[in-house]
């Protein structure tokens, strides 16, 4: 069965920091990896979404990298803002379609 | 496309009465989810339709809990009765596999309270 992490759980940060969210899986057979953003009280939001052939995708100030092999997906935000404070969660789609979450890293990021 | 559209937002309902959740999937999509979301959990699937007929419901909790996709464009989760632990968000998500890609588009969710 398909077990995602995220570390870390929780992260506060001065505004204008680099950071760097990592989700990690243990069975690398998936069709793709999409990160997702969650406002408190709020639904999911899709930021990014990669393939199993690639290795990153950018939007913004977003990047994600995806390493199938080793079971680790990356999500690197460049010069937070407050306004990127939520939750982010990851999830991994296999074979079946269904994608399968992380708990997620809830970031806060102080002016 | 209005996304993924639930109803209601918010319901709080007393134990052992039925609640009943709604989901319109985004035009197009032929799978959809219904997952449950709390604190101590996390996000958990509870039961995945695809074409409108139920593929996965290993994450219903229990006979309490039913759900039906009548058409393409409408989904309920029902539960009969109610139980104060069934307090959560309740998100239904669609998407429209094709070649492996199965971006998921999720709802506002239901915060369902059940006193």
């Known amino acids: 069965k398909q077990e995602v992490t995220q570390i870390p759980a929780a992260l506060s940060v001065p505004e204008g920091e680099n950071l760097v969210l990592n989700c990690s899986f243990t069975?690398?057979?998936?069709?793709?990896l999409q990160w997702f953003r969650q406002d408190p009280g709020k639904g999911l939001t899709s930021l990014l979404l990669?393939?199993?052939?690639?290795r990153e995708q950018t939007s913004g100030r977003l990047n994600a990298s995806l390493d199938k092999s080793s079971g680790r997906s990356t999500l690197y935000i460049a010069a937070s803002q407050p306004g990127d404070s939520a939750t982010y969660l990851c999830a991994v789609n296999e074979r079946s379609y269904i994608p399968t979450f992380g708990r997620g890293t809830s970031l806060i990021v102080h002016p | 496309d209005a996304g993924v559209i639930q109803s209601p937002r918010h319901e709080v309902t007393e134990m052992g009465q039925e609640v009943t959740l709604r989901c319109k999937p985004i035009s197009g999509h032929n799978s959809l989810f219904w997952y449950r979301q709390t604190m101590m959990r996390g996000l958990e699937l509870l039961i995945y339709?695809?074409?409108?007929?139920?593929?996965?419901d290993s994450g219903m909790p229990e006979d309490r809990f039913s759900a039906k996709m009548p058409n393409a464009s409408f989904s309920t989760l029902k539960i009969q009765p109610s139980e104060p632990r069934d307090s959560a968000v309740y998100f239904c998500?669609?998407?429209?596999?094709?070649?492996?890609?199965?971006?998921?588009?999720f709802g506002q969710g239901t915060r369902l309270t059940v006193v």
């Open positions: 339709f695809n074409n409108n007929v139920p593929i996965d």
């Open positions: 069975d690398s057979a998936i069709y793709n």
């Open positions: 990669i393939q199993s052939s690639q």
């Open positions: 998500a669609s998407s429209r596999p094709t070649g492996g890609i199965t971006e998921a588009f």
